[in-house]
């Protein structure tokens, strides 16, 4: 089996059940998505931006920080991020008592920066995400544990624990998909989703701009891109890595890609429709059902996911103005 068995994805839901949100799910099918929705049997969208810190992030941060020795505890945590996983790693170590030390780059939502601050971590800014990269690698040199954002087995169970979930709330889906950064989420929910559905397809969205899981299997190796351009900052990952890709090379049927003006669009309906007010990656799903994806996608039940949201008024009003 590559990734987690159902059995270690059953008990690290039950792990976390103490302080991790059930996200809801709601169909979209209300009157106002009729001339919006491709022409599918069913759409279904999976609530994650309701779990605890806006993300799906959370859960992996809170399976990893559990799982630390009282020694490495001791020795406190650090994770280089300017988005939903500095977010959840502030949240989880403070939950569990453990210091935690967040490396960002100055171009960073303040709204993020001051939610770390408020989960009591230590922030410290860099000219840009290399930056950032480099005084966590430094640090974890120094004796802090790296919370990887992705490319951890704690992560890659704590997105399958979404996935398991997901199914268990809408068994009839036949079609997810899936927003890819890192590659962390789409792994482990479609590691989850195969082994409960192996008919049951995965795909998996990336910005043009940022493809790197698309290029990654289409070469059938993991990737790095030379530059990353997209307005979804919580899907720039400029690499694929060794664990995360094999997974999801394991279990997931295709990438589409979709450019940043198909997320604003989608953004727009979901504030239009549900008032949610959503950043670029928590629109990726939607922007992909309702562009690459959508003539092939009649009399299928789809399930897209609200992936999390984390992005200031200020942040999504420039970016909304300057579509």
Same mark, same amino acid.
């Given at each position: 089996?590559?990734?987690?068995?159902?059995?270690?994805?059953? %008990?690290?839901?039950?792990?976390?059940?103490?302080?991790?949100?059930?996200?809801?799910?709601?169909?979209?099918? %209300?009157?106002?998505? &009729?001339?919006?929705?491709?022409?599918?049997?069913? !759409?279904?969208?999976?609530?994650?931006?309701?779990?605890?810190?806006?993300?799906?992030k959370a859960r992996g941060a809170?399976?990893?920080?559990?799982?630390?020795? %009282?020694?490495?505890?001791? *020795?406190?945590?650090?994770?280089?991020?300017?988005?939903?996983?500095?977010? $959840? !790693?502030?949240?989880?170590?403070?939950?569990?008592?453990?210091?935690?030390?967040?490396?960002?780059?100055?171009?960073?939502?303040? &709204?993020?920066?001051?939610?770390?601050?408020?989960?009591?971590?230590?922030?410290?800014?860099?000219?840009?995400?290399?930056?950032?990269?480099?005084?966590?690698?430094? $640090?974890?040199?120094?004796?802090?544990?790296?919370?990887?954002?992705?490319?951890?087995?704690?992560?890659?169970?704590?997105?399958?624990?979404?996935?398991?979930?997901?199914?268990?709330?809408?068994?009839?889906?036949?079609?997810f998909v899936i927003p890819v950064?890192?590659?962390?989420?789409?792994?482990?929910?479609?590691? *989850?989703?195969?082994?409960?559905? #192996? /008919?049951?397809?995965?795909?998996?969205? &990336?910005?043009?701009?940022?493809?790197?899981? =698309?290029? +990654?299997?289409?070469?059938?190796? #993991?990737?790095?891109?030379?530059?990353?351009?997209?307005?979804?900052? +919580?899907?720039?990952?400029?690499?694929?890595?060794?664990? +995360?890709?094999?997974?999801?090379?394991?279990?997931?049927?295709?990438?589409?890609?979709?450019?940043?003006?198909?997320?604003?669009?989608?953004?727009?309906? =979901?504030?239009?429709?549900?008032?949610?007010?959503?950043?670029?990656?928590?629109?990726?799903?939607?922007?992909? /059902?309702?562009?690459?994806?959508?003539? &092939?996608?009649?009399?299928?039940?789809?399930?897209?996911? *609200?992936?999390?949201?984390?992005?200031?008024?200020?942040? =999504?009003?420039?970016?909304?103005?300057?579509?």
């Amino acid at each position: 089996m590559v990734g987690p068995t159902l059995t270690e994805i059953s %008990a690290a839901a039950a792990a976390l059940e103490d302080a991790i949100i059930r996200t809801p799910v709601l169909p979209l099918s %209300a009157s106002r998505w &009729e001339r919006i929705l491709p022409d599918c049997a069913s !759409v279904t969208l999976k609530l994650e931006l309701f779990q605890q810190t806006g993300s799906f992030k959370a859960r992996g941060a809170l399976l990893g920080i559990r799982n630390l020795t %009282a020694d490495q505890r001791a *020795a406190g945590v650090v994770a280089a991020s300017g988005g939903n996983h500095a977010l $959840a !790693v502030a949240w989880a170590a403070r939950q569990a008592g453990v210091d935690a030390l967040i490396t960002m780059p100055r171009a960073t939502d303040p &709204e993020r920066i001051a939610g770390c601050e408020a989960l009591g971590a230590t922030v410290q800014l860099y000219d840009d995400m290399a930056g950032a990269f480099t005084a966590m690698n430094t $640090a974890a040199e120094g004796g802090r544990v790296m919370m990887h954002p992705f490319e951890a087995a704690h992560m890659i169970l704590g997105a399958a624990t979404c996935g398991q979930e997901y199914q268990s709330q809408a068994p009839d889906i036949d079609t997810f998909v899936i927003p890819v950064g890192g590659g962390g989420l789409i792994s482990g929910m479609a590691c *989850a989703i195969k082994q409960t559905n #192996p /008919i049951a397809q995965v795909i998996g969205v &990336e910005p043009f701009g940022a493809d790197s899981m =698309y290029r +990654s299997l289409e070469a059938g190796m #993991p990737l790095r891109l030379e530059q990353v351009d997209t307005i979804a900052d +919580s899907l720039g990952s400029p690499l694929a890595m060794p664990m +995360s890709f094999g997974i999801a090379q394991a279990h997931v049927d295709r990438v589409v890609r979709i450019d940043d003006g198909e997320m604003l669009h989608a953004m727009a309906h =979901y504030q239009t429709n549900l008032r949610i007010t959503a950043e670029p990656a928590c629109a990726a799903s939607l922007a992909a /059902i309702l562009g690459p994806l959508r003539d &092939e996608l009649a009399g299928r039940h789809v399930g897209i996911i *609200a992936c999390g949201s984390n992005i200031s008024l200020a942040r =999504y009003a420039a970016l909304m103005e300057a579509s």
